[in-house]
């Protein structure tokens, strides 16, 4: 099996043909379908907007920004992150599959690249910088994280 499966997946992509097995493009094709895939769109391509001086997610409002920066300690990187972060393990509910940690860091690594691809093409004069979060408990798994901030915050007092 090719090494970007999971382990937790490849006993399940290997019982398909009689045992000669499946790859992950034809399990997607018999497993999944059309209205998933069109969900996955806002996962894997998520829009994003400029709202007063921050790169978000799409939907947040200005006075949603407001309570974010009115909160204690925070910082216009702090903002970002939280209004920006993704839990992994929440683009899917169990469904009978429960997620695994090899699950979480493919998607993860995966989401991580993606947001970086997209961040820079559509904001190329505004360097962001992406983060896949893993907790220092793996088996936390609720804790692997998505997120991102403008590398300008980096260096803001």
């Known amino acids: ?20 097995g499946i790859s992950l493009e ?14 996955y769109c806002t996962v894997f391509w998520p829009k994003f907007e400029i709202v ?7 939907g ?11 909160g204690p300690n925070s ?7 939280v209004m920006n972060h993704l839990h992994i393990v929440d683009i899917h509910c169990d469904n009978g599959v429960p997620a695994t940690i090899d699950h979480l860091v493919r998607l993860g690594t995966v989401l991580k690249e ?6 820079s093409w ?9 983060e896949f979060y893993i907790p220092d408990d793996p088996e936390n798994l609720v804790e692997y994280q998505i997120s991102f901030w403008q ?3 980096d260096d803001a007092t």
């Open 122 to 130: 559509q904001f190329p004069d505004r360097p962001c910088e992406v």
């Open 75 to 81: 910082t216009p990187q702090s903002v970002e992150w």
């Open 52 to 58: 007063g001086k921050y790169i978000l997610t799409e």
């Open 26 to 39: 034809d399990w997607i094709g018999c497993m999944g379908n059309v209205d998933l895939a069109v969900g």
């Open 1 to 20: 099996m090719p090494a970007e499966i999971p382990k937790s997946m490849q006993p399940e992509l290997a019982r398909w043909n009689g045992g000669r």
């Open 114 to 119: 993606i947001y970086e691809a997209k961040l």
């Open 60 to 70: 947040w409002t200005s006075e949603a920004v407001e309570g974010f920066e009115d």
């Open 151 to 153: 590398k300008k915050w």
